[in-house]
């Protein structure tokens, strides 16, 4: 089993640091499959397209799915 994690939201964006104050580095659509680097309680750091940034946690879900 994997655990792949996905964009919610119609638009997202993608963050320089764990802020809303943080630059937007890319905006990941949804569906899109997310790479979780690290985890706070409030952000995620990522990597989308082989971009790295922060995503705040309400904004994508994470699902279990069968090889």
Do not use: Y
């Not at 119609?10 to 569906?31: Q, W, Y």
């Not at 952000?43 to 309400?58: A, C, D, P, Q, T």
Request: no cysteine; aromatic share 6%.
């Amino acid at each position: 089993f994997e655990t792949v994690h996905i964009v919610k939201v119609p638009l997202a964006n993608i963050r320089s640091k764990a802020s809303l104050s943080g630059n937007i580095v890319m905006v990941a659509e949804k569906g899109m499959n997310l790479e979780i680097i690290e985890v706070n309680e409030r952000w995620s750091k990522v990597r989308v397209l082989e971009k790295i940034g922060w995503i705040s946690n309400e904004l994508f879900e994470s699902e279990i799915q069968a090889p």
